[in-house]
């Protein structure tokens, strides 16, 4: 039953690599539909076709995990901001998913092969639910992860980008021009999602402060939000414009060195740690002669 077991497991392995190193070729209607569209090359960011082993392999349950519900709406706001499409974070789980499945199974099989005794099938099968659901949910994490670094990133530019329309606006230029003074100055990928709000405003004739409103809500970012909420209070009046915004560049300012304090407390007593696991292995190398020598004595 255990050899049953490892040679299904081995067979789908083989299979789903030879489906990836050969993948079947495009029927001859959909090569001709293909000469009939148009001929801008897609970006990057939303081509699938050759972009890596994990994609090409996990296309085929994109629909099925689409039927599952995935991805979740606090996970597609993620995505948005990480940049990634749907379709390659569903292929990349599926891919990684079955490939942790089924990698137990490939390992018992070669060790049964190599020694003539391979693992048990109970722990084969727990193993492969173990590390499939691990593999599974690495994706997740990873998305999850940037999304937060690119949150925290926005942040803080715009603090920068505040502080830059405050003292723009206290030299005695205009709301618009202080802006785009201050939004030209920063670089990184927060900066160009400001430039970008900016521009759409100006191009689409929209009030800036909602289309900064908008960006935030998209990205998750609260304070996006909070600010396009308390200018659209105050105003259009140069002065209360100033006034709020320093208002909120201060909050933003007093919040992040908040943060700051708070990582490195925490960072500072993560470390206590190993000095007390340090201390305690000094305590048991100086004290076990003493401790081996009372109880021989006995």
């Known amino acids: 039953m255990t050899a049953l077991l490892l040679g299904l497991g081995l067979g789908g392995f083989l299979a789903l690599v030879a489906y990836g190193l050969n993948p079947p070729r495009p029927s001859l209607a959909e090569s001709l539909a293909r000469l009939g569209r148009s001929s801008v090359v897609p970006p990057p960011s939303t081509a699938l076709d050759g972009e890596g082993w994990a994609r090409r392999w996990g296309r085929r349950g994109v629909p099925a995990l689409r039927a599952c519900g995935l991805p979740t709406a606090k996970l597609r706001r993620d995505l948005v901001v990480a940049e990634v499409p749907v379709e390659q974070f569903l292929a990349e ?3 990684a998913g079955v490939v942790g499945f089924l990698t137990p199974s490939v390992f018992s099989l070669l060790v049964w092969a190599l020694t003539g005794s391979g693992l048990d099938w109970q722990l084969s099968g727990i193993g492969s ?3 499939g659901a691990v ?16 949150r925290k990133e926005l942040r803080h530019t715009l603090s920068v980008f505040l502080n830059l329309v405050v ?6 230029a205009g ?21 970008r709000a900016l521009t759409a405003s100006e191009v689409g004739r929209t009030n800036v402060w909602q289309e900064l ?5 998209r990205t998750g970012v609260r304070e996006l939000v909070e600010l396009a909420a308390t200018i659209s209070l105050a105003g259009s009046e140069g002065a209360k414009i100033r006034i709020s915004l320093e208002a909120k560049a201060s909050a933003m300012r007093t919040r992040a060195l908040t943060e700051a304090d ?10 206590s740690l190993p000095v007390v696991v340090l201390f305690g292995g000094f305590l048991v190398f100086i004290g076990y002669p003493a401790m081996q020598n009372v109880l021989a004595g006995l």
């Open 167 to 172: 003292i723009a606006l206290a030299g005695g």
């Open 93 to 95: 789980k599926a891919a």
């Open 175 to 195: 709301v618009h021009q202080a802006l785009t003074d201050a939004g030209a100055n920063p670089h990184g990928w927060a900066a160009a999602q400001l430039r």
């Open 262 to 271: 708070g990582a490195a407390q925490s960072a500072t007593e993560r470390m």
């Open 129 to 131: 639910l173990i590390l």
């Open 213 to 217: 409103g908008e960006l935030g809500s």
């Open 135 to 150: 593999l599974f949910l690495a994706p997740d994490l990873t998305v999850r992860a940037t999304a937060a670094r690119r």
